[in-house]
């Protein structure tokens, strides 16, 4: 069965304050990891796909990497607008048919001016 | 708006009523999914369509639940007697196969927050 684990679960930056949240993940043959940002009361909005260990993406003060047990979201000086819950999810392999995305609880993150 | 559209977005039910949710997927989106969220937890998968095809079905789907997709476009899903922990957020997604590509990102709606009294 596949899990995904996150932490901090919480975590409290000041504006500028660089850090990371981790995604660590047990997965029968990785075919994709997403990285979602949820509002609230929202649904999560799409942020990266990562699909082979070493793999990097970056969008503005966000950057998503990837190795074969865990991925990393890096968020460089941060600004309150970055505040939400970060969810890391993964797709397993293609030949179970499966299409489900096994989703974490989240880090939520608030980054105070 | 070309995303994801879901109706409601709230829902306020007493416990033994039935309730209906509605979703429209992004137009070219052939597959279409549901998921349910509660509060502190990340979503949970319920069911899965490619095209009006119920392909993968959750353990969490109990017989109370039932969804279709009867055209291949928007997908319904219906909760019978409803039950007080049965209240969560229900959330919609769709996405495209890409040829060549290992795998594909399902964007979501914004959800039907579901209260049961």
């Known amino acids: 069965e596949d899990q995904v684990t996150q932490s901090p679960e919480a975590l409290r930056l000041q504006e500028g304050e660089s850090s990371s949240l981790n995604c660590s993940y047990t997965?029968?043959?990785?075919?994709?990891l997403f990285w979602y940002r949820q509002d609230p009361g929202k649904g999560p909005e799409f942020l990266f796909t990562?699909?082979?260990a070493g793999e990097e993406k970056e969008k503005e003060r966000l950057k998503a990497t990837l190795t074969k047990k865990e991925s990393f979201l890096h968020i460089t000086a941060p600004k309150p607008e970055d505040s939400a819950t970060y969810l890391c999810?993964?797709?397993?392999?293609?030949?179970?048919?499966?299409?489900?995305?096994?989703f974490g609880s989240g880090t939520r993150l608030q980054v105070q001016p | 708006d070309t995303g994801v559209s879901q109706d409601p977005r709230h829902k306020i039910t007493k416990r033994g009523q039935n309730v209906t949710f509605r979703c429209d997927p992004i137009?070219?989106?052939?597959?279409l999914y549901w998921y349910r969220q509660t509060l502190g937890q990340g979503p949970e998968f319920l069911t899965y369509?490619?095209?009006?095809?119920?392909?993968?079905k959750s353990r969490l789907l109990s017989d109370r639940f039932s969804a279709e997709r009867p055209k291949g476009s928007f997908s319904t899903l219906e909760i019978q007697r409803t039950e007080q922990g049965d209240s969560a957020m229900y959330l919609c997604?769709?996405?495209?196969?890409?040829?060549?590509?290992?795998?594909?990102?399902?964007?979501f709606g914004p959800g039907t927050r579901l209260t049961v009294l």
């Open positions: 997604a769709s996405s495209s196969p890409r040829a060549g590509q290992a795998y594909n990102e399902q964007f």
């Open positions: 997965v029968s043959g990785l075919r994709g």
């Open positions: 990562l699909y082979s």
């Open positions: 999810a993964v797709q397993g392999r293609m030949d179970t048919g499966r299409r489900a995305l096994t």
């Open positions: 137009s070219e989106h052939n597959r």
């Open positions: 369509f490619q095209n009006e095809a119920q392909l993968e």
